[in-house]
T-cell receptor
Framework: AQSVTQLDSHVSVSEGTPVLLRCNYS??????LFWYVQHPNKGLQLLLK??????LVKGINGFEAEFKKSETSFHLTKPSAHMSDAAEYSC???????????FGTGTRLTIIP | GAVVSQHPSWVICKSGTSVKIECRSLDFQATTMFWYRQFPKQSLMLMATSNEGSKATYEQGVEKDKFLINHASLTLSTLTVTSAHPEDSSFYIC??????????FGPGTRLTVL
């Protein structure tokens, strides 16, 4: 069985300050981990993915995430928030060789001008 | 690249009627497409996996006779909600896969059953 927990349903940060969106996972196998972003009326867009290569993964729009097996975490970070980052962010997991994605409940990111 | 569309984006129907939702991969061929459902304040939940030319594989608790999936071509999968009831009101999202690790998602279809 696999699961994902997104600890914060809503995060607010000021423009220009760092962003941290938390994700913890549970998996019996070697997982692949993903972060997706969804803007209103748009489909989920892949930000970045971890698939057993480098533990620090860089994605689009300046986001990155670090896979920490000891902490079973895959937190998403960005050094400086931009107004356009306001969106819903979802962390998901699939087990190696298993294509099924399991999603967390999502985190809504609000950027304060 | 890797764009997935869904039609319609929203639909309202009467209880007891059937609704068809289309999912298309616009610029790539997808041997596998997935259908998800999301209720308010809940996570996206996989309903079924659809492989081109074969029967869909449904997740536990999803009625295959109620949610009919057809994946007749490498760019089109359809989900038909048969005899819809108000409890079927939800946000339905499809995705298509073009490499082993990555799914590309459509914008979703909001279904409201009166």
């Amino acid at each position: 069985a696999q699961s994902v927990t997104q600890l914060d349903s809503h995060v607010s940060v000021s423009e220009g300050t760092p962003v941290l969106l938390r994700c913890n996972y549970s998996s019996s196998y070697s997982p692949s981990l993903f972060w997706y972003v969804q803007h209103p009326n748009k489909g989920l867009q892949l930000l970045l993915k971890y698939t057993s290569a480098a533990t620090l993964v860089k994605g689009i729009n300046g986001f990155e995430a670090e896979f920490k097996k000891s902490e079973t975490s895959f937190h998403l970070t960005k050094p400086s928030a931009h107004m356009s980052d306001a969106a819903e962010y979802s962390c998901s997991i699939s087990n190696f060789g298993n294509e099924k994605l399991t999603f967390g409940t999502g985190t809504r990111l609000t950027i304060i001008p | 690249g890797a764009v997935v569309s869904q039609h319609p984006s929203w639909v309202i129907c009467k209880s007891g009627t059937s609704v068809k939702i289309e999912c298309r991969s616009l610029d790539f061929q997808a041997t596998t497409m997935f259908w998800y459902r999301q209720f308010p304040k809940q996570s996206l939940m996989l309903m079924a996996t659809s492989n081109e030319g074969s029967k869909a594989t449904y997740e536990q608790g999803v009625e295959k006779d109620k949610f009919l999936i057809n994946h007749a071509s490498l760019t089109l999968s359809t989900l038909t909600v048969t005899s819809a009831h108000p409890e079927d009101s939800s946000f339905y999202i499809c995705s298509a896969r073009n490499d082993p690790d990555t799914q590309y998602f459509g914008p979703g279809t909001r279904l409201t059953v009166l």
